[in-house]
Antibody, heavy 123, light 107 residues
Framework: QVTLKESGPALVKPTQTLTLTCTLS??????????VSWIRQPPGKALEWLAR???????FYRTSLKTRLTISKDTSRNQVVLTMTNMDPVDTATYYC???????????????WGQGTMVTVSS | DIQMTQSPSSLSASVGDRVTITCRAS??????LNWYQQKPGKAPKVLIY???SLQTGVPSRFSGSGSGTDFTLTISSLQPEDFATYSC?????????FGQGTKVEIK
């Protein structure tokens, strides 16, 4: 069964660094064409893509957050890690990881999502 | 970034109704358009990809159409389990972007 599961702190203080881990099961990020992204959703608001890492270790970031984000993978542990520095209350959101397998059509939908983890930024 | 605008933001409908949701892109995106369903407290689930292809396991009452900048998600006969929020997403250019969502509520 293919699953992704996010883990990390539920509460962080302003200016702190957030570290989130996405643990993959039933598939490997080393599979050719595989991609894993992080997406967040503030309460009652739209989904917002943050970052992506590909099977070949290529990385992509949301331009407006690029200076604050780092995405990495640990293939041996089948995990993807996202760090976000200088957290602010506006970063309060549910954070999801989701996978995109190789898609010959080039459309690349997020076909499997994790359950999400809610992160609150407050002092 | 490409802006995705959905209409309406919410709608009330009855079981058995035909429901149509529209998504408009701020620029040309060919058919690089996906639709997701999200229930409260749950992750999104892909329904339609490539504007009109039904994801495996999704009931055939869901359908998608459109290309270019204007797209439609149709539920032919609304079922109780379809009350949820629906979001469109473009994957034509980076960053991928989502619409603000359309909440389908019980009338």
């Amino acid at each position: 069964q293919v699953t992704l599961k996010e883990s990390g702190p539920a509460l962080v203080k302003p200016t702190q660094t957030l570290t989130l881990t996405c643990t993959l099961s039933g598939f490997s990020l080393s599979t050719s064409g595989m991609r894993v992204s992080w997406i967040r959703q503030p309460p009652g608001k739209a989904l917002e893509w943050l970052a992506r890492i590909d099977w070949d270790d290529e990385k992509f970031y949301r331009t407006s957050l690029k200076t604050r984000l780092t995405i990495s993978k640990d293939t041996s542990r089948n995990q993807v890690v996202l760090t976000m520095t200088n957290m602010d209350p506006v970063d309060t959101a549910t954070y999801y990881c989701a996978r995109t397998p190789y898609d010959s059509s080039g459309v690349y939908p997020f076909d499997i999502w994790g359950q999400g983890t809610m992160v609150t930024v407050s002092s | 970034d490409i802006q995705m605008t959905q209409s309406p933001s919410s709608l009330s409908a009855s079981v058995g109704d035909r429901v149509t949701i529209t998504c408009r892109a701020s620029q040309y995106i060919s058919s690089y358009l996906n639709w997701y369903q999200q229930k409260p407290g749950k992750a999104p689930k892909v329904l339609i990809y490539g504007a009109s292809s039904l994801q495996t396991g999704v009931p055939s009452r869901f359908s998608g159409s459109g290309s270019g900048t204007d797209f439609t998600l149709t539920i032919s006969s609304l079922q109780p389990e379809d009350f949820a929020t629906y979001s469109c997403q473009q994957t034509y250019s980076s960053p991928v972007t989502f619409g603000q969502g359309t909440k389908v509520e019980i009338k």
